[in-house]
């Protein structure tokens, strides 16, 4: 499985994003899906997840802020972001799990200015 990310870039405080992240092969079988930040010399956070049934959890700093989705059809998942702050900053990683086995994407950067 291939994942790619797209919709990353620069947007000021207050303002929204959406990431996607586009599997080569179906996720449909995928047991969950994650969406992990992180910057250079700072820890990996987990920032979001969704399982193959749409059950989600978000870390406690994007609730109510972010919504993780995914679409099937598209092979598909989302990360729609609002109320964007510079705490934000990061590179936003997708992850694809099934068993044990984890598929990464490539990385998109999310800056956001004060």
């Known amino acids: 499985v291939q994942l790619v990310e797209s919709g990353g870039g620069l947007v000021q405080a207050g303002g929204s994003l959406r990431l996607s992240c586009a599997a080569s092969?179906?996720?449909?079988?995928?047991?969950?899906m994650v969406w992990y930040r992180q910057a250079p010399g700072k820890q990996r956070q987990l920032v979001a997840s969704i399982t193959s049934g749409g059950r989600t959890n978000y870390a406690d700093s994007v609730k109510g802020r972010f919504t993780i989705s995914r679409d099937n059809a598209k092979n598909t998942m989302y990360l729609q972001m609002n109320s964007l702050s510079p705490e934000d900053t990061d590179v936003y990683y997708c992850?694809?799990?099934?068993?044990?086995?984890?598929?990464w994407g490539q990385g998109t950067q999310v800056t956001v200015s004060s």
């Open positions: 992850v694809g799990r099934y068993g044990t086995d984890e598929y």
């Open positions: 092969e179906t996720i449909f079988s995928l047991n969950a």
